[in-house]
């Protein structure tokens, strides 16, 4: 399986990349997960919050690899359990599908990147730091693994 994850945001707190660093490391061979992170616009700027969203789009688009299904995390999206997450992914794997999981930035996803995603998944009603988002999208892939591999680290 391949899963790219692309971010807005290039330095977080040390915890967090240790803790997205630790995940990703945690993958066999044959789970390619990879982090890509992108420059998020400037916010001190005069610039409109729909340009530095536009401009933000532009560079994830360019992070994303070829054809890969889009996945965008967004508070609107479908709520799964981390089975459901598990034989939802298995399913995209089946199909042949390089999965990408986008995290927007400080004021989200662009709505034209928004409607080329062909999934958009909620990881909890509450508002999270991009830093949380990014540890839990990595430990949520772990756990669609471990669960599809019958792996003890899920213990439901």
């Given at each position: 399986m391949k899963i790219?994850?692309?971010?807005?945001?290039?330095?977080?707190?040390?915890?967090?990349?240790?803790?997205?660093?630790?995940?990703?490391?945690?993958?066999?061979?044959?789970?390619?997960?990879?982090?890509k992170t992108v420059k998020a616009e400037d916010r001190t700027s005069k610039k409109p919050i729909a340009r530095i969203m536009e401009l933000e789009a532009e560079r994830i688009r360019n992070a994303l690899p070829k054809n890969a299904f889009l996945v965008i995390l967004d508070e609107r999206g479908k709520d799964l359990t981390s089975v459901a997450l598990a034989r939802q992914l298995q399913t995209w794997d089946n199909q042949g599908e390089h999965i990408a999981f986008v995290i927007g930035g400080a004021d989200g996803i662009d709505p034209s990147l928004k409607s080329e995603g062909q999934f958009m998944l909620r990881l909890s009603s509450l508002t999270l730091p991009h830093a949380f988002v990014r540890v839990m999208i990595a430990e949520q892939l772990y756990r669609s693994w471990s669960l599809l591999h019958n792996h003890p680290y899920h213990r439901a």
């Open positions: 790219t994850i692309v971010a807005v945001g290039l330095k977080q707190p040390t915890w967090a990349e240790e803790a997205v660093k630790d995940y990703l490391s945690r993958f066999p061979s044959d789970w390619k997960v990879e982090l």
